[in-house]
């Protein structure tokens, strides 16, 4: 998973789209417009480590965007924290 950061306002799921598909099929974006950032995740590990390389630091409509690599536990822990079908652990 990546955490794009900085991003210029305004931007859409689309327009991260658009810069991020180049580098590999997306499985999820999510923009968090309040925070000027998004988590996005490729198709593999490889896609996303060259998406790194080419966009960190890069340029994208005049402010510099910040991209790093993030652990995939974090979604997994959200998403298993929120899930109302599962039971109770410890029981």
Request: proline share 5%; no cysteine; charged share 35%.
């Amino acid at each position: 998973m990546l955490k794009v950061s900085n991003l210029p306002i305004p931007n859409t799921d689309s327009d991260l789209d658009k810069l991020f598909s180049r580098y590999g099929k997306i499985q999820i974006i999510t923009l968090l417009r309040e925070q000027e950032s998004a988590y996005v995740i490729l198709d593999n590990h490889e896609y996303e480590k060259d998406a790194i390389e080419k966009l960190n630091g890069s340029l994208w409509h005049k402010q510099e965007v910040k991209v790093e690599k993030v652990q995939d536990e974090l979604l997994k822990e959200q998403s298993e924290e929120t899930n109302p079908y599962d039971p109770p652990r410890g029981k």
